[in-house]
């Protein structure tokens, strides 16, 4: 059996993984979808979204396989991220590298491998889209190719978890911030009607949050100061307004 060889920029590959926020989570039907796709698509008894991680590879969506992960010096999917293309075992039982694997000789008894390395939004190869049969098979390069879009359609799944990740992340270092700050702060929406305002606030003005979310901004304002700015707010409009009528002329 030959273990795949470490990439290269390997620090940096399980840096961005963990960055996804991905592994070790419970099964999504977005990932679940995909593999379904391919495993109906190709014909095959087993699909998957397998991530490399540093010593297993792990299913985020598995159809065909119970169990959740397998060592990886003896994955398939260690070999096809070292590529660029799909990495395509036709008949393991005769190739030198796998045909005394375990998971070659033993359950899932793999015969026919075929899997297209899956990019991280920084451009790492963090695991792969594979299929899998028990016996061997051919795949011509359209097949080849229908593999690789729906690669890209998990990739695009991948990145959105990581953007949502991201912005979970700015949400929760804002609410800190609101939370903690000894400046008394509102956000209010386009008719001026309060939507957050924070603690200091609060005590500032001796409110609780419920008199005031869902109320005018203008209920904290002297009459004066509410007089200038309802005439600020008059002006700004009909200057927008002039604005665009030049426009549209």
């Not at 800190?176 to 000894?182: G, M, Q, R, S």
């Amino acid at each position: 059996m030959l273990q795949a060889a470490t990439p290269s920029n390997e620090v940096q590959r399980l840096e961005e993984l963990c960055s996804l926020g991905v592994l070790d989570t419970p099964a999504e039907e977005r990932f679940d979808r995909i593999t379904r796709t391919a495993q109906t698509m190709f014909a095959v008894p087993i699909a998957l979204i397998s991530l490399i991680d540093k010593n297993r590879q792990w299913f985020k969506s598995k159809q065909g396989l119970a169990t959740e992960q397998t060592p990886r010096n003896i994955s398939f999917c260690g070999h096809a991220i070292l590529g660029d293309g799909a990495f395509v075992i036709e008949n393991a039982d005769i190739d030198p590298r796998f045909m005394d694997n375990p998971l070659v000789t033993a359950a899932p008894f793999v015969k026919f491998y075929a899997g297209v390395p899956l990019l991280g939004p920084k451009g790492n190869k963090l695991g792969t889209l594979c299929i899998i049969d028990n016996v061997p098979r051919h795949i011509d390069s359209g097949a080849i190719a229908a593999l690789g879009d729906l690669a890209k359609w998990a990739e695009a799944e991948l990145a959105s978890a990581y953007a949502t990740r991201l912005a979970n992340a700015r949400e929760s270092q804002l609410f800190n911030i609101l939370e903690h700050t000894v400046d008394g702060i509102f956000t209010v929406d386009e008719f001026d009607q309060i939507k957050e305002v924070n603690p200091a606030a609060l005590s500032m003005f001796g409110y609780d949050e419920h008199a005031l979310v869902g109320h005018n901004i203008k209920m904290l304002m002297t009459e004066s100061y509410r007089s200038t700015q309802e005439s600020f707010i008059q002006n700004y409009r009909r200057i927008n307004q002039a604005k665009l009528s030049l426009f549209l002329r």
